[in-house]
């Protein structure tokens, strides 16, 4: 039986662990040769070598979305490595939280820059590839999707400036939705809830009990969760677009 995105290929951001390996492997697991893009050459390694060894494609693309020219060069590495681009899943991100009067200098800097620049870049750069892909692709259509989280909807005290980058991102999400839909590439957004990651290990030691304590009761969400989300995205024919999916810890209340 044909996989439903054989002939296609795939560029995750922030692949080396959780969602982004995750949905890495399960995008592999759907037919799509898959390109690893992050910073961490040796654990974007394993990731491909799990990959491959389940009969999967995977390229390993060691950069760092905040420097434009990496970017560009991670995409431009992509297609000459697997042929063509047809899926993007803008999955890098950095959660960094505390009071505004607080945050140490550059804190912001570092999130945004990620979050939101990080995303444009590769975004930018991936729509021409995205726009010749769905014109002549196995499939006829394109995706880019994008990770953003709860915090795009809710905002609470002491994530302000991670509340920015991500109400950001949906916002930008359905405005790109808009531009490329007559080119017949889909735009979608997947806003996970509590997962269980490594996201929280970039907040300050003084806060990160915190943190911590307050999903203690709550089972959190799998990276896999994320990742059929994305899968369930891509996959559909090219009628449909899924613009957007919230998934929730189901004892997470905000």
Do not use: C
Request: charged letters at 25%.
């Amino acid at each position: 039986m044909t996989a439903k995105l054989d002939g296609t290929a795939a560029l995750v951001t922030g692949a080396s662990s959780g969602i982004g390996a995750a949905t890495a492997e399960e995008l592999a697991r759907q037919g799509a040769a898959v390109a690893l893009l992050g910073r961490r050459r040796e654990r974007l390694a394993e990731v491909a070598a799990g990959i491959e060894a389940a009969g999967g494609r995977a390229l390993v693309v060691p950069a760092d979305i905040t420097d434009r020219q990496q970017a560009a060069e991670a995409v431009e590495r992509t297609v000459a490595g697997l042929g063509r681009l047809d899926t993007v899943v803008n999955n890098a991100g950095l959660m960094l939280v505390g009071p505004v009067a607080d945050a140490p200098e550059g804190e912001w800097e570092r999130m945004i820059r990620v979050n939101v620049e990080g995303l444009l870049y590769v975004t930018q750069l991936a729509i021409p590839h995205l726009t010749r892909a769905a014109a002549d692709g196995p499939r006829r259509v394109a995706d880019v999707v994008n990770i953003s989280s709860t915090a795009g909807r809710v905002a609470r005290a002491g994530t302000a400036v991670y509340n920015l980058t991500k109400f950001g991102v949906n916002a930008f999400t359905e405005a790109l939705r808009q531009e490329l839909l007559e080119r017949r590439v889909r735009v979608s957004v997947v806003e996970p809830g509590t997962v269980d990651t490594e996201l929280v290990s970039h907040i300050r030691d003084e806060l990160r009990d915190a943190v911590a304590r307050q999903t203690t009761e709550i089972e959190r969400l799998r990276p896999r969760d994320i990742a059929d989300a994305v899968a369930w995205i891509v996959t559909r024919e090219r009628h449909v677009a899924v613009n957007e999916i919230l998934v929730r810890a189901a004892e997470q209340t905000w």
